[in-house]
T-cell receptor, first 111, second 112 residues
Framework: DPKIIQKPKYLVAVTGSEKILICEQYLGHNAMYWYRQSAKKPLEFMFSYSYQKLMDNQTASSRFQPQSSKKNHLDLQITALKPDDSATYFC??????????FGPGTRLLVL | QQKVQQSPESLSVPEGGMASFNCTSSDRNFQYFWWYRQHSGEGPKALMSIFSDGDKKEGRFTAHLNKASLHVSLHIRDSQPSDSALYFCAAALTGNTRKLIFGLGTTLQVQP
């Protein structure tokens, strides 16, 4: 059974719209993260949460808002979508600062 | 300039051969390193962590860290076609921080 679930797997959106990317982890970890992977760029850290509290935010734009409704959930809301937001978004989790485990990703295409 | 640089960009080895990956950090504050690999269409999967100078061996995988030269390497012996993937080096500043800085990766192709 997958330990980190990301939904949806693929997402097509129009410019200016809003989407929510879902992430649930069943590893019992207390920390969760979002990373973005774009072509020709390294995996880019976006946010980290620990015990449902924001620890680090490296995203310059307020259009990206993480939401933690439960301790094993960390969703990512993206508003006013732009074509440059097209990327694969990965959720990850860890126990404290130990090794991070990544989900399968959500591939977002903004037209 | 990227803080974590990887070489080579791509690598091809015969089945059963040795694959070697290099990673150099430009920030001396990085103290903790991981190797991840990513198969096409999947998320990155952690292979090994290394925090102390010297070698660390896990099965067919050996990592080496030299903090003085800011260099970390990964070696895979007896490479298998299933090892064909994108390999990433990732670094973190301290044990308490959870922000991983990734390199661009090295693509490995193992030829049957």
């Amino acid at each position: 059974d997958p330990k980190i679930i990301q939904k949806p797997k693929y997402l097509v959106a129009v410019t200016g719209s809003e989407k929510i990317l879902i992430c649930e982890q069943y590893l019992g970890h207390n920390a969760m993260y979002w990373y973005r992977q774009s072509a020709k760029k390294p995996l880019e850290f976006m946010f980290s949460y620990s015990y449902q509290k924001l620890m680090d935010n490296q995203t310059a734009s307020s259009r990206f808002q993480p939401q933690s409704s439960k301790k094993n959930h960390l969703d990512l809301q993206i508003t006013a979508l732009k074509p440059d937001d097209s990327a694969t978004y990965f959720c990850a989790s860890s126990q404290e600062a130990d090794t991070q485990y990544f989900g399968p990703g959500t591939r977002l295409l903004v037209l | 300039q990227q803080k974590v640089q990887q070489s080579p960009e791509s690598l091809s080895v015969p089945e059963g051969g040795m694959a070697s990956f290099n990673c150099t950090s430009s920030d001396r504050n990085f103290q903790y390193f991981w190797w991840y690999r990513q198969h096409s269409g999947e998320g990155p999967k952690a292979l090994m962590s290394i925090f102390s100078d010297g070698d660390k061996k896990e099965g067919r995988f050996t990592a080496h860290l030299n903090k003085a030269s800011l260099h970390v390497s990964l070696h895979i012996r007896d490479s298998q076609p299933s090892d064909s993937a994108l390999y990433f080096c990732a670094a973190a500043l301290t044990g308490n921080t959870r922000k991983l800085i990734f390199g661009l990766g090295t693509t490995l192709q193992v030829q049957p």
